[in-house]
């Protein structure tokens, strides 16, 4: 273990409470759980919660399918095929994951595979078949057997959205409230979690009381200028629960995506992994194949190796992108990859012919909540799930298609868990919060859009795909300044608490990058490049403070044994 660091972990005292909280004030819906995010591990706890008997409401903070599910392009890994086998998926999740998955959650998530394709496929889910009518299974980065699934191609998120929300709708249990953002979480008079503070869509406070609060929020994209993430992707979870009290563990681990298209003033659309797993290649601005020198699996090698690859590719050749070649790839691209190729031509590229522009762009928090076996925090009454959370399936890198397979097995699993441990919770027992008054009278304002882009510049120049102790060290005070000047200026609004929980998660990440001073699966510093076994470690992060205010943070270092570690790359 590790003591604290006062040197970097010491940061601006904020309060627990982003808004006052009075009973008399806002109207409370009663429910046995609430579930915090309507995507796959979102819909699946609540699907499994209301299986078992149990009132649930679903809040999303925007439309029901606006989620990272929705834009998943590529698929779900699952052990479906004879010529593969369950141990064969777990060594391939433990060697990306660099020492630091445990062995016992991926095989735990990985058994559970089959059964979660089923569930699905009774809900109504069509997969892409052979033309034999089997399960079509597609190959991707770091797995050694072909077990992905898709469906439409490269709309597996899609189709999954829809029949987990299909479900969603017609569970007598279950009730969704969509637009309906959650500011703070409500706690007892013995410190247990028992309900959200919200805001609706027409800007009304109200509260959901329930024994069971489950934080499926996804991840935090939004951090940065470069993601494959929408919008309502900002850490809110995270923030949550770090400022209810809950450990975040490796909250320095961010995948970032080898192939998101970059054409100026366009989104960063993702190009799937599915693209490389056909046959398509990267190439540099002169033509050259780098994938070849750069791991022995080319295209098709870990996404942080091919990350790194690009970035370093496009700084020798001094270009903002390197290109994807599908000229290679057997059969009709436009057929393979519909969405893929609609949104390049919109921009005059035709995928068959064309070289695709990409570059990395955030894709996925690894790290989050650390949660036991069936999701619980270390705060009670507090569960998380999916890619808020951190599980010990991903270790230090996820494996590609692994997040869809591990919200769909542990969502459902967590669902009968908080069904299961249901409690009442009485009116007069909710903690009452007095309103936030650390807002200064001034005259001068807070842009909050110029703060929130100067943010995710920040996080892009500074704790992006290869990161140095300078920089981490640059980034602090910034964050710390605008941490303090948002929460003292800014408006009460859904842009403000949004930003203070962007801010929160990158303040975490940052000093957690700085205090691993190594290089091991997404986080690479160029001042430690080699892997230090000191730390086959996870970094553990607690506000420290009283029950309102938020006045340090403590960095704990918590070694995997040697037997584990052994285990997990072997």
Request: proline residues 4%; charged residues 20%.
């Amino acid at each position: 273990m590790m003591d604290p660091l006062p040197s970097i972990a010491d940061q601006p005292t904020v309060p627990r409470a982003l808004q006052g909280f009075r009973l008399t004030e806002v109207p409370l819906y009663r429910f046995d759980c609430v579930v915090l995010g309507s995507g796959a591990a979102g819909c699946c706890a609540a699907l499994s919660a209301g299986d078992e008997g149990a009132a649930v409401a679903v809040l999303s903070k925007s439309g029901l399918s606006e989620s990272n599910t929705r834009y998943a392009q590529g698929g779900v890994a699952a052990v479906l095929s004879a010529s593969d086998s369950l141990d064969s998926h777990v060594a391939d999740t433990c060697l990306v994951g660099c020492g630091l998955s445990d062995p016992e959650v991926v095989r735990d998530v990985v058994s559970g595979g089959p059964d979660a394709i089923r569930r699905l496929q009774h809900w109504g889910a069509r997969f892409d078949r052979t033309r034999q009518g089997d399960l079509a299974l597609g190959r991707e980065g770091g797995h050694s057997h072909p077990r992905v699934l898709h469906a439409l191609g490269d709309a597996t998120g899609l189709e999954i959205q829809r029949t987990l929300l299909t479900a969603i709708e017609s569970h007598p249990r279950v009730t969704a409230f969509g637009n309906t953002y959650a500011i703070d979480l409500l706690f007892d008079e013995n410190g247990r979690v028992c309900g959200v503070l919200a805001e609706n869509g027409q800007g009304d406070r109200v509260g959901f009381t329930a024994g069971q609060v489950i934080l499926a929020t996804g991840g935090a994209g939004q951090l940065y200028r470069e993601t494959t993430n929408p919008v309502i992707a900002t850490g809110d979870g995270v923030a949550l629960a770090f400022r209810a009290g809950a450990t975040i563990r490796d909250p320095e681990f961010f995948q970032f995506h080898p192939t998101c298209l970059y054409i100026a003033g366009a989104a960063r659309v993702l190009v799937s992994e599915i693209v490389r797993g056909a046959g398509g290649q990267l190439r540099d601005r002169n033509g050259r194949r780098f994938m070849l020198d750069a791991h022995p699996d080319a295209e098709l090698a870990p996404r942080d190796v091919v990350s790194r690859a690009v970035f370093e590719t496009m700084v020798a050749t001094d270009d903002t992108s390197v290109y994807l070649d599908l000229s290679n790839v057997e059969g009709d691209s436009h057929v393979l990859f519909p969405s893929i190729s609609r949104t390049c031509r919109l921009f005059g590229i035709d995928i068959a012919r064309d070289p695709i522009p990409v570059r990395p762009g955030l894709h996925y928090m690894v790290g989050g909540i650390k949660v036991d076996a069936d999701g619980r925090t270390d705060v009670n009454g507090l569960w998380a799930v999916g890619e808020c959370a951190s599980t010990g399936l991903h270790g230090a890198n996820r494996l590609a298609s692994n997040s869809l397979l591990e919200g769909l097995v542990l969502g459902y699993r967590l669902g009968r868990a908080a069904a299961a441990s249901v409690e009442d919770v009485r009116r007069g027992a909710i903690r009452q919060v007095a309103a936030v008054d650390e807002r200064c009278q001034s005259d001068v304002a807070v842009n909050i859009q110029d703060v929130t882009y100067s943010l995710k510049s920040l996080m892009w120049r500074q704790m992006g795909v290869v990161r140095d102790g300078a920089k981490l060290l640059d980034a602090l005070p910034k964050i710390d300044l605008w941490t303090r000047a948002v929460a003292a200026l800014a408006p009460p609004s859904r842009a403000t608490w949004e930003l203070l929980n962007m801010l929160s998660v990158a303040r975490l990440s940052v000093v957690a990058a700085l205090a691993r001073r190594e290089s091991r699966g997404v986080h690479f510093r160029s001042d430690f490049p080699q892997t230090d076994e000191a730390w086959c470690a996870h970094s553990e992060l607690r506000a420290l403070g009283g029950p309102d205010k938020i006045e340090g943070l403590s960095l704990t270092r918590m070694p995997r044994s040697a037997e584990a570690s052994k285990a997990s790359i072997a």
